[in-house]
């Protein structure tokens, strides 16, 4: 496990480590859509899958499972391929390059989700702030789902009837990861599962494609490096966050994950070269604020405690 060889790091260097997955998380959205684009849906999201597992495996390894939790291995393992799944095949199958980017927008709803389960199931405090900031997240999904008309019902549902599937796999991803999230606070004791649970849903990827069927994979020196990057800011992402969250400040991590949907929406943008409207952006704003307010109410009221 290359994590346990690394030399004796600072605190600010780990943190720094640690920010780098969040520029390589924030270009998945561009990534993926450009590998599923070339190799299907499901057969793309497996060579991902695969190659991330490998990566995974080598920086952070496996730990005992003997001195794991059982609910904890499966139930962690059923959310977290859920999560994974859900994301992955939402932009694989959205129709075009601006609706990927849109679907990756509701899935980016998953830090409000996240705090909100954490209130429900983990009784996490919180103060009046959390339901305008979460209101205010809803409503920045729907200025990016208008169409460029900003907050428009029915342009919105015109949007989502277009192409259902993506988009409620977007919104599988949210609630599937805020429901891991709040499981592994309760069941993990620690302990950190990641490769094996990468190498889960690889293997029912590659059950999808050899039952389901997918479109044959053609391999072209293009192809092949779309989908080393793509695995690579997957794989690498959660190698260097998993550095930054055990010797860096989590407090600068956890503040800056935040602003992932904007970074995400900028790169998705220039690597699919798609100009995204103003009132786009504003609706992405909405989302990060929307965010930022709702972990505010929560930090708050723990500081007050």
């Known amino acids: 496990m290359l994590i346990k060889l690394l030399p004796p790091m600072t605190r600010p260097i780990a943190t720094m480590i640690g920010l780098t997955a969040i520029l390589l998380w924030s270009s998945n959205v561009g990534l993926i859509r450009t590998v599923t684009a070339d190799f299907g849906a499901i057969g793309g999201a497996a060579l991902i899958y695969s190659i991330a597992t490998v990566i995974l495996f080598f920086s952070i390894g496996l730990p005992k499972l003997s001195t794991v939790p059982k609910a904890y291995i499966i139930g962690g393992s059923v959310l977290f391929v859920a999560c994974e799944l859900c994301f992955s095949l939402s932009i694989g199958f959205s129709q075009n390059s601006r609706q990927a980017i849109e679907v990756a927008m509701v899935n980016y709803l998953w830090p409000t989700f ?56 977007a919104l599988g991803a949210v609630l599937s990861w805020a429901a891991y999230c709040s499981f592994t606070v309760k069941k993990a004791k620690g302990s950190n599962l ?90 992405v704003g909405m989302v990060t604020l929307g965010a930022i307010l709702c972990w505010m109410s929560t930090s708050t009221t723990k500081a007050n405690i």
């Open 114 to 169: 996240t705090l909100i389960f954490a209130i429900i199931f983990n009784q996490v405090k919180s103060n009046w702030l959390i339901v305008p900031s979460f209101i205010l997240a809803l409503l920045g999904i729907c200025w990016v789902l208008g169409g460029g008309e900003g907050f428009n019902a029915v342009q919105m549902l015109n949007n989502i009837q277009k192409n259902p599937l993506s988009y409620s796999l």
């Open 194 to 283: 990641v490769t094996l649970f990468f190498c889960l849903a690889t293997i029912v990827l590659w059950i999808k494609y050899l039952t389901i069927g997918g479109q044959p994979l053609y391999f072209t020196s293009d192809n092949i490096l779309n989908l080393i990057m793509a695995a690579a800011a997957l794989g690498l992402g959660y190698g260097v966050w998993n550095i930054g969250i055990i010797y860096g400040n989590m407090t600068i991590l956890a503040g800056a994950s935040y602003f992932t949907p904007v970074l995400s929406a900028l790169f998705a943008a220039m690597i699919l070269n798609t100009p995204l409207s103003l009132v786009f952006w504003k609706g």
